[in-house]
Nanobody, 131 residues
């Protein structure tokens, strides 16, 4: 069974940093396209970044480019989202996601990142940024 478990969320002041973790079980991240997205109350889902399994290429949405960074620990089958210079508008529930389909991937368009055929995600972790 594929399972993703996010952790590391919390309360942070504007300008601060948090690192989110996403641990996988039932599969290996190397075999999947991986991404992070967030959803704030009353707002649509927003793709943040995605990583291609084929070449490791990473696509970032403009809203987080230069502030958020993806990393991974293959030995732990865990990926991370380092969030720096946080803003109140970063307040949301954050999810990691994975896609195993051969068609899985992501598209950057007009500053935003859109996932394609990402079928699995975790329960999310809340991040609240205060001003």
């Amino acid at each position: 069974e594929v399972q993703l478990v996010e952790s590391g969320g919390g309360l942070v002041q504007a300008g601060g940093s948090l690192r989110l973790s996403c641990a996988a079980s039932g599969f290996t991240f190397d075999d999947y396209d991986i991404g992070w997205f967030r959803q704030a109350p009353g707002k649509e889902r927003e793709g943040l970044l995605c990583i291609s399994r084929s070449d490791g290429g990473t696509v970032y949405a403009d809203s987080v480019k230069g502030r958020f960074t993806f990393s991974r620990d293959n030995a732990k089958n865990t990926v991370y989202l380092q969030m720096n210079s946080q803003k109140p508008e970063d307040t949301a529930v954050y999810y990691c996601e994975a896609g195993s389909s051969r068609n899985a991937g992501c598209v950057y368009y007009s500053g935003r990142m859109y996932e394609v055929e990402y079928d699995d995600w975790g329960q999310g972790t809340q991040v609240t940024v205060t001003s």
